[in-house]
């Protein structure tokens, strides 16, 4: 493995600029035992920090592959970033997404001027799409995780928030195929291995969870969750954010729908912030008892690109269906 170094961080942050945008770092609220801060990737001009490896990696391509389009396959926000970004740089892009993605994502990416192309009940048959399009068409393949060049742009939240509060102890990351958490953790633990890495992941298909904890990637099955922008295999022949992950993350917690929940609900009536489940697991983790803090601890908050009618339902107490669960509502009242 190859992977990026510290250098790839620092020339991604000047690559996406303009594009992405540099993040406040606010306080919380929140009562965790320890000073909170919360890193609002929910402002970015896409919904998500996703757009900082999506602009990263689109700013690498020549002529040619501008040309020919750019393909991926995502859970909603990659796609809705590579769109963005795409459109910005005049660059075709197609988007492969499973039924798994709820509409306001499928949407989202339409509105930007991408081809969608809904196809398949997971991540992984959505990657099958976008690997034939690759192969007929010529099109470049923007992977949404799994690429030295999207992580050192996620990277760049871990940048930003160093400069923002140099004291930092600990950096809570939601974790799915670990780009993000990858990311930054290279630049955390490059400026002090003492920096603690917390990734946090539903229990509901943590496919990096449970990679982690057999020693190489491992194939779970995907199903429906709160959490939906953290779903997705880390695929078996991972190449960057495997290693990078099992050398750089300190803990991982799990949690279940109840508790995402929960955390969603908090996030908005302690912080009053909009997010998505995926962006609450840090709050629902503190809820949960899983998350003991010591020292200034930054939330990364990955993206605000929640259902509307869910998120409201949510906040208001009232059962969600995820799946073949019912959530919340009179049992967590
Ligand atoms: C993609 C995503 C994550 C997880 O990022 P990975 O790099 O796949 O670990 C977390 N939160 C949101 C909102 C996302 O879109």
């Known amino acids: 493995m190859t992977g990026p170094v510290l250098v790839d961080v620092l020339r991604a942050a000047r690559n996406i600029a303009g594009t992405a945008i540099r993040t406040p770092l606010v306080p919380s609220a929140v009562d965790a035992g320890a000073e909170v801060l919360l890193k609002l990737e929910t402002l970015q001009p896409s919904g998500a920090f996703k757009l900082r490896g999506a602009a990263n990696a689109l700013s690498q391509l020549d002529e040619n592959a501008r040309r020919r389009g750019v ?23 197609t988007v492969c997404l499973s039924e798994l993605v709820p509409d306001n994502k499928v949407k989202a990416v339409e509105a930007l001027g991408a081809t969608v192309c809904r196809i398949g009940a997971s991540q992984d048959e959505a990657q ?21 060049d999207v992580i050192a742009g996620q990277g760049t939240v871990g940048l930003e928030i160093l400069e923002q509060r140099p004291d930092v102890r600990c950096i809570v990351i939601p974790l799915s195929g670990g780009g993000l958490a990858a990311g930054i953790a290279l630049v955390a633990k490059t400026v002090d291995p003492a920096i603690r890495i917390v990734g946090i992941s539903m229990s509901r298909g943590a496919a990096m969870a449970a990679s982690l ?19 997705g295999g880390i695929g078996l022949c991972n190449r960057y954010t495997f290693e990078l992950c099992r050398r750089y993350i300190d803990d991982v917690i799990v949690l279940d729908e109840a508790e995402i929940y929960a955390g969603m609900r908090a996030l908005f009536t302690v912080d009053r912030l909009v997010a998505e489940g995926a962006s609450a697991v840090s709050h629902a983790a503190v809820l949960a008892g899983k998350l003991e803090l010591h020292g200034p601890t930054a939330f990364v908050i990955s993206g605000g690109n929640v259902d509307m009618q869910q998120f409201t339902r949510i906040v208001n107490g009232d059962p969600v269906e995820v799946g073949e669960l019912t959530v919340g509502g009179r049992q967590h009242a």
């Open 71 to 93: 393909v991926c396959c995502s859970t909603g926000n990659h796609g809705r970033a590579v769109a963005y970004a795409a459109r910005r740089l005049d660059i075709p892009a």
């Open 213 to 231: 904890e057999a020693g190489q990637p491992v194939d779970v099955t995907e199903v429906a969750t709160l959490a939906d922008s953290l779903g």
């Open 128 to 148: 099958r799409e976008a690997t034939r399009l690759v192969d007929e068409r010529g099109m470049t393949d923007i992977p949404p995780f799994d690429h030295a």
